[in-house]
């Protein structure tokens, strides 16, 4: 039997149609475009309507990755999503799509719970089930609705995150060229209090809103997010300038550069989304992905590296090829 592989054969995303400005968000709180720009390169985010659920933007952004790999939903045999912001406490978003896009030979569907490294961590799982013959082909979404869990009291929180999702389909091979040549999960929950929800459902009965000590959690975020791609490469016999692509978290472009920058990587390889999506916590490398992948980025065989960082503390490094 040849070794299989776990590669990414397309991606889809979907952004709610409501795009707000910094100069939208100072008419409302007091900030600027000045101050959010500067401290963190955001320009603007989408928002969700009512229509524009948990589910409905995974559904959106799952069928655009199947459609551009020519598949249809009988072809999908597990379904994860990650996501701190799902519609119910329960069934899954994974469940939900499911019932919404007739995925009906899907056997597994489950939700994953790792924040802002949730993709990645939805990866690792997959890449798992591939590998030991499980499944064949999966859809990982990550997806975010943080719009609905803004606190606009406080404004060193609100004005960063957006809403939208990414999508991939990931398939197995025996190419050993393509696909996932190692990832691995990271986690610390004695530093959970620098970034937390301050609800949920057992403890106070509502969602509560974000609460970050930002200072405090952009230095662990770019101390972690640089640490894991180095010994990822190492354990490969690769260096970091094999790396055709680096797709970083998208919470702050301050974080990016400093990981670029401690890589002693190229930022012009490195992709930058965070300007019109801004934090979108688990959809933000999928929707990086996305945006790279229909611009025509990638070439197939590009050494991808995927660095990923957020609540928990929750850290997760993925390498790849295209
Ligand atoms: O996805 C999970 C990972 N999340 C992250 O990686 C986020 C990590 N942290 C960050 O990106 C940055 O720490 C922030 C963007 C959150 C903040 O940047 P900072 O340079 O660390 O600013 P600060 O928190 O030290 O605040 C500086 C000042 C304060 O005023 P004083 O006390 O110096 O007078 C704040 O009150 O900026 C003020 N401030 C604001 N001013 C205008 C805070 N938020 C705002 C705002 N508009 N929205």
Request: glycine share 8%.
């Amino acid at each position: 039997m040849p070794q299989l592989n776990s590669a990414i054969i397309s991606t889809g995303s979907y952004l709610p149609k409501q795009y707000v400005t910094n100069d939208d968000l100072a008419q409302k709180i007091e900030t600027s475009d000045e101050w959010i720009r500067t401290r963190t390169g955001i320009e603007g985010r989408h928002y969700g309507d009512e229509t524009e659920t948990t589910t409905f933007m995974a559904t959106k952004a799952a069928e655009r990755a199947l459609e551009q790999a020519n598949l249809t939903a009988e072809d999908i045999d597990m379904i994860v999503v990650a996501t701190v912001t799902p519609d119910y406490t329960f069934p899954s978003v994974a469940c939900l799509m499911q019932k919404q896009m007739g995925l009906t030979n899907a056997s597994v569907a489950f939700d994953v719970q790792a924040a802002c490294s949730g993709f990645v961590y939805g990866l690792n799982l997959i890449d798992a089930q591939i590998k030991t013959g499980q499944i064949k082909r999966a859809i990982l979404v990550g997806v975010e609705k943080f719009s609905s869990i803004l606190n606009w009291e406080d404004r060193s929180t609100c004005v960063l995150f957006g809403d939208g999702a990414g999508a991939v389909v990931i398939e197995a091979t025996d190419n050993p060229n393509r696909g996932v040549i190692a990832s691995k999960l990271h986690a610390n929950g004695n530093l959970a209090d620098l970034l937390h929800g301050t609800g949920g459902i057992a403890a106070t009965q509502t969602a509560g809103h974000v609460s970050m000590q930002g200072r405090e959690v952009f230095r662990h975020a770019v101390r972690e997010m640089v640490g894991v791609v180095s010994p990822l490469l190492e354990k490969n016999n690769l260096k970091t300038d094999d790396i055709d692509w680096l797709i970083p978290h998208q919470a702050n472009m301050r974080i990016i550069e400093a990981v670029t920058k401690q890589l002693d990587f190229p930022m012009e390889k490195t992709i930058q989304t965070v300007a019109t999506h801004a934090n979108t916590s688990a959809a933000s490398i999928p929707l990086a992905l996305d945006d790279a992948n229909r611009k025509g980025t990638f070439k197939q065989g590009d050494l991808l590296a995927l660095s990923a960082f957020g609540a928990g503390f929750t850290w997760a490094g993925a390498l790849l090829r295209w």
